[in-house]
């Protein structure tokens, strides 16, 4: 059976063979959190399981934080998604009541609604290759 090492270095051979190069951390980042997001346009993931993905999985992997400008993941143009994604995590579970005309589930499904909407978005402006920092 062959070693670490070994399989390291077959796997870099074949990189270099198929011509092909590996994202930097920021970039796989990215490019994970954009599958997730479209599976989640798609109708194949649960829009807050794949958020929370999204943000637990994908974007924590690498050091957004340092980038921020104003807002959290601003330098991603993901501080929408994340503001939504953050209401509605704290609608789930609510300690009080919102708003005196709507009720939680309303509040949820518009909340829910907007938030399809902003990852649409963000997800279109990365799918155009607006991965650098904004």
């Known amino acids: 059976m062959d070693n670490g090492f070994e399989i390291q270095e077959y796997f ?17 980042a990215l ?10 346009l798609n109708e194949k993931r649960d829009l807050f399981e ?16 340092s980038e921020t400008k104003k807002y959290v993941y601003d330098s991603i143009g993901f501080e929408v998604v994340y503001g939504l994604y953050d209401t509605y995590d704290d ?3 609510p300690l009080c009541k919102w708003d005196s005309k709507k009720s939680i ?7 829910r609604t907007e938030l399809i909407v902003e990852l649409e978005k963000w997800n279109e402006k990365l799918k155009n290759g607006v991965q650098q920092r904004l």
Not at 53 to 62: F, P
Not at 105 to 111: C, F, G, I, V
Request: hydrophobic share 35%; glycine share 6%; net charge negative.
């Open 91 to 93: 609608l789930l579970n």
């Open 105 to 111: 589930e309303t509040l949820k499904s518009e909340t």
């Open 12 to 28: 870099k051979k074949t990189l270099a063979e198929l011509n092909l190069e590996l994202p930097d951390r920021r970039n796989a």
């Open 50 to 65: 794949g958020l929370t993905e999204i943000k637990s999985g994908a974007l924590d992997s690498y050091d957004f934080f």
């Open 31 to 40: 490019e994970y959190a954009t599958g997730i997001a479209q599976d989640i």
